[in-house]
């Protein structure tokens, strides 16, 4: 036999719940009145942006300001200006920048579209491969220089106008077999003294 409360009772039930889930929705997610989305603002990236972190600018629900160098997901370029959603997971001390607001911000518009950047960290390689994994180019950090190396044995530069290669020493090693210079005119070498065999 179905039984129905009596509607004051059940009036008392439903505010009772209702009162109990908005109390959840509007607790904050960490100590200290922090929720657990928030937007903020861009302060500056400069060098810590290649280490995955930003200075950023915010103010909480209940506006208390904090700001502070954030770390950002994987392959999330942030620019000193932008507006940021930031998203302050349970179990860590800080916000982590999830994402760029776009379209809010003056430089948005003011600066155009942006290049894309690859930052790569210590000890990390960035390959470039054929669709069937064969390895074309590897660029790495040896320190504070870094390395260029084709994944082919024999590699062939070539291009209808004038090549030009500057730099403050430029050395040629060929490490087995000869070193070889074709033109189909004159071959000017000039410097202060041209040393042969030494």
Same mark, same amino acid.
């Given at each position: ?10 009036r ?42 930003c200075?950023v ?15 950002c ?7 000193? !200006?932008?507006l940021?959603? $930031?998203?302050?997971?349970? #179990?860590?001390?800080? &916000? /982590? ?5 776009v379209? *809010?911000?003056?430089q ?14 210590e ?8 669709? !069937?994994?064969?390895?074309? $180019?590897?660029?790495?950090? #040896?320190?504070?220089? &870094? /390395?260029v ?5 024999? *590699? ?25 210079m ?5 071959v ?11």
């Amino acid at each position: 036999m179905e039984q129905t409360l009596p509607p004051d009772i059940l009036r008392a039930v439903k505010r009772s719940v209702l009162e109990e889930a908005l109390g959840l929705c509007g607790q904050p997610a960490q100590q200290g009145g922090q929720p657990s989305i928030l937007v903020g603002k861009c302060d500056g990236d400069d060098d810590a942006a290649a280490e995955g972190r930003c200075l950023v600018s915010y103010r909480d629900a209940l506006g208390q300001t904090g700001r502070g160098w954030l770390t950002c997901l994987r392959e999330t370029r942030v620019r000193r !200006g932008d507006l940021v959603v $930031l998203l302050w997971p349970e #179990n860590w001390p800080e &916000p /982590v920048i999830t994402g760029v607001l776009v379209g *809010v911000s003056d430089q948005d518009a003011s600066s155009g579209p942006s290049s894309p950047t690859v930052v790569l960290p210590e000890g990390e390689t960035l390959r470039v491969q054929t669709s !069937g994994g064969t390895t074309l $180019l590897e660029i790495s950090r #040896n320190g504070a220089a &870094p /390395v260029v190396r084709l994944g082919q044995p024999d *590699v062939r530069l070539q291009m209808p106008g004038r090549l030009a290669i500057q730099a403050g020493n430029i050395t040629l090693e060929a490490e087995a077999g000869d070193l070889r210079m074709y033109a189909r005119d004159d071959v000017v070498v000039r410097g202060e003294k041209v040393r042969l065999n030494r």
